[in-house]
């Protein structure tokens, strides 16, 4: 019989519920099959692309690097190929940007995470590294042998093995971004040589440092608890996104099958776990749809392989869409499990709608930002001229009744051969201008010289002609001509005269 509480006593407080939980660590296994197999194809393309690029050499005239890919820091350039973007054209990179997140959006409606399990630099890169890990300490099960196994000389020399091997491709990363922002021939030997700056070597110690913990320890975990897109890339799939799924009506009831034993009554599903042990970050595709999964297909291809040992179609784990489960659960939802129900489900399986309201919206927003950045590239101006007018004084009135106002003009010059710029104002009728040579006499215009790939810097004195009535603020135009007499560049300003 339970002990009455008295009034004065407060009750029991449950104990404390602790919110962290110890990290298991997963070891996939060894796959083959069509996905393991592309996914080796990208990943070699991918670091290719990524440690050659910068190699890659584009002849530019002038004191412009000869790279084809460069993001020039200290001369406030962006170099692709013929492209070269300053940074008063920040707005095409924020185009491209744009334009990348919407074709991520895109694929990410048509084919779910491809980008997960496919591209993304976190999937190239543990991808390499589990690649060295199993190369030095076996597959899944000689693994885990080896951790739970005796801290001996094989163990050891296993694994400084391999964590060298993991930190010199971590070096190679973080060197070869270093190159992305640099020369790449000579910032590699000022790198090797000792020559480079301080901040240079910083930044290669800390990619390397992220490389190695990301991509060699975090693994799983930077994309089930450090990297925000799982959490709203749900919100552009549909019915129709094609996604990594385990069908349950034909699977279900799973079990172990003996051979020779008839089919009737018993799912295809063996649970032979297969599909879990392969699986990069350890779910089961079996419990459904998971923030985890990465899309990867790697668990379509080990039970691809269990069918055919067991005699039963492929695709049991396929990639398939929502609206196609369950036009096929509806179909053989009357028939008991067996191997009917996949001859009935094959009558009602439904074609992906590629053509539809979300990815017509994106594929609309994604030619429209590519249009917007074709035209900002082929109209954007080769000169650019800006004028901000001195604000003290105002303007000056000289000896003989005219009035001056000085200004100063910044000139960027986008093209690589040298040129002299003529400079006229318009608005102001007999105006002249003036430089700040003292023996420069006022013109109707002035000559202006620009280096190739600068931005130059010129003072100028405009002056009203004497006896002008001119009211306080006029407004004026300064033009840059070409040569030719083309105008390459012009600034509306104004001119100031005292209060008549």
């Not at 939980?21 to 692309?49: E, S």
């Not at 070597?201 to 990301?214: E, Q």
Request: hydrophobic share 45%; proline share 6%.
């Amino acid at each position: 019989m339970d002990r009455p509480v008295k009034a004065t006593e407060a009750p029991a407080s449950p104990a404390p519920t602790s919110l962290y939980a110890a990290r298991v660590k997963v070891y996939p296994a060894r796959v083959q099959g069509r996905f393991r197999n592309f996914k080796w194809a990208f990943l070699v393309f991918a670091l290719a692309v990524y440690y050659v690029l910068p190699w890659l050499r584009w002849h530019r005239p002038g004191d412009a690097p000869d790279q084809f890919l460069l993001i020039d820091l200290a001369g406030r350039r962006f170099y692709l190929g013929p492209i070269e973007v300053w940074p008063q054209e920040i707005y095409l990179v924020t185009f491209l940007l744009i334009f990348s997140a919407i074709a991520l959006f895109l694929v990410t409606s048509l084919f779910g995470r491809v980008w997960c399990g496919f591209a993304c630099p976190q999937t190239v890169w543990t991808d390499l590294y589990m690649w060295v890990e199993r190369r030095i300490e076996g597959d899944r099960n000689a693994r885990m042998k080896l951790d739970q196994g005796p801290r001996n000389g094989v163990y050891w020399a296993k694994k400084v093995s391999k964590h060298a091997i993991w930190l010199a491709i971590a070096a190679a990363t973080g060197g070869s971004f270093v190159l992305y922002v640099q020369d790449a021939p000579t910032a590699v030997r000022e790198i090797v040589t000792g020559q480079a700056g301080a901040w240079t070597y910083s930044f290669v110690g800390i990619l390397t440092f992220t490389t190695y913990a990301l991509a060699g320890w975090a693994r799983e975990q930077v994309c089930t608890y450090m990297c925000p897109w799982p959490r709203f890339q749900a919100a552009m799939l549909d019915t129709q996104s094609l996604v990594v799924t385990y069908r349950a009506w034909r699977g279900e009831p799973r079990g172990k099958h003996k051979q020779g034993e008839s089919w009737e009554g018993h799912g295809d599903c063996v649970d032979c776990r297969q599909c879990v042990n392969v699986c990069p970050t350890g779910i089961d595709i079996r419990d459904g749809q998971q923030l985890e999964c990465i899309g990867c297909g790697l668990c379509i291809d080990a039970c691809d392989a269990i069918m055919d040992k067991v005699g039963r179609p492929r695709g049991l784990i396929a990639l398939d869409t929502l609206a196609d489960i369950q036009a096929c659960e509806r179909a053989v939802a009357h028939l008991a499990p067996g191997p009917k129900r996949v001859e009935v489900a094959e009558a009602a399986h439904t074609p992906i709608k590629v053509i539809r309201p979300r990815t017509m919206i994106y594929a609309g927003v994604l030619g429209l930002v590519g249009l917007i950045m074709l035209g900002a590239l082929a109209i954007r101006d080769t000169t650019e001229l800006s004028v901000l007018r001195d604000r003290a004084p105002l303007f000056v009135t000289l000896a003989d009744g005219s009035v001056r106002n000085s200004y100063t003009l910044k000139i960027i010059e986008k093209r690589h051969d040298d040129r002299t710029l003529t400079l006229r104002v318009d608005g102001l009728p007999g105006a002249t201008l003036a430089g700040l040579a003292a023996d420069e006499a006022p013109g109707p215009a002035i000559p202006l010289s620009v280096r190739p790939g600068s931005v130059a810097t010129h003072r100028v004195h405009v002056f009203a002609r004497t006896g002008a009535a001119l009211p306080e603020s006029t407004p004026v135009t300064f033009r840059l001509l070409e040569p030719d007499g083309r105008e390459a560049a012009r600034h509306d300003s104004v001119f100031l005269a005292p209060r008549r």
